[in-house]
T-cell receptor, first 115, second 109 residues
Framework: NAGVTQTPKFQVLKTGQSMTLQCAQDMNHEYMSWYRQDPGMGLRLIHYSVGAGITDQGEVPNGYNVSRSTTEDFPLRLLSAAPSQTSVYFC??????????????FGPGTRLTVL | AQTVTQSQPEMSVQEAETVTLSCTYDTSESDYYLFWYKQPPSRQMILVIRQEAYKQQNATENRFSVNFQKAAKSFSLKISDSQLGDAAMYFCALSDMRFGAGTRLTVKP
């Protein structure tokens, strides 16, 4: 199993550009999420999905869009990149969040710089 | 408002010694889980240990153990016999997907 994969690993954008961060998992997990990691702030939840066709906002959703057309894939779209979106982005998946006991499995992260 | 607080941005420990990382949290749930994740320099996050709130016994995984104080909403991680490979960022997390700001642990040889 590849686990959770993310592409690209690094990306530089100019202000106003759009792009999609890809995330895929091969563990048949229901739950997937996107976090951003900034120094001194830990991981903050952007969007999450509890199954194909179902998405919801997290703590910091503005400027980001997601969709979940399949169980495996959960792309994150930056609509119009801003310097404040410079961060490291992590995708994670979990078997389920209903019981709360399940750990999240994380991808390797994408370091995004917006100039 | 942040509901998971790690008050130690950085900690340092001598190899083979013991170190404790602190975490406090706030939740209105009666049953929940708490987690410690490790993020080494490679950035790959991995689970270290988990604790269910209504189990009174503290969780243990080899050299890693927790001190869970439900009434005080405290969940500290103790690393015994520290090794160079323990050097990493450590994040405390709640089962509602909230994470603390992290503690960077340095291990001195």
């Amino acid at each position: 199993n590849a686990g959770v994969t993310q592409t690209p690993k690094f990306q530089v954008l100019k202000t106003g550009q759009s792009m999609t961060l890809q995330c895929a998992q091969d563990m048949n997990h229901e739950y997937m999420s996107w976090y951003r990691q900034d120094p001194g702030m830990g991981l903050r939840l952007i969007h999450y999905s509890v199954g194909a066709g179902i998405t919801d906002q997290g703590e910091v959703p503005n400027g980001y869009n997601v969709s979940r057309s399949t169980t495996e894939d959960f792309p994150l779209r930056l609509l119009s990149a801003a310097p404040s979106q410079t961060s490291v982005y992590f995708c994670a998946s979990s078997y389920s969040i209903i019981e709360g006991r399940n750990e999240q499995f994380f991808g390797p992260g994408t370091r995004l710089t917006v100039l | 408002a942040q509901t998971v607080t790690q008050s130690q941005p950085e900690m340092s420990v001598q190899e083979a010694e013991t170190v404790t990382l602190s975490c406090t949290y706030d939740t209105s749930e009666s049953d929940y889980y708490l987690f410690w994740y490790k993020q080494p320099p490679s950035r790959q996050m991995i689970l270290v240990i988990r604790q269910e709130a209504y189990k009174q016994q503290n969780a243990t995984e080899n050299r890693f153990s927790v001190n869970f104080q439900k009434a005080a909403k405290s969940f500290s991680l103790k690393i015994s016999d520290s090794q160079l490979g323990d050097a990493a960022m450590y994040f405390c997390a709640l089962s509602d997907m909230r994470f603390g700001a992290g503690t960077r642990l340095t291990v001195k040889p």
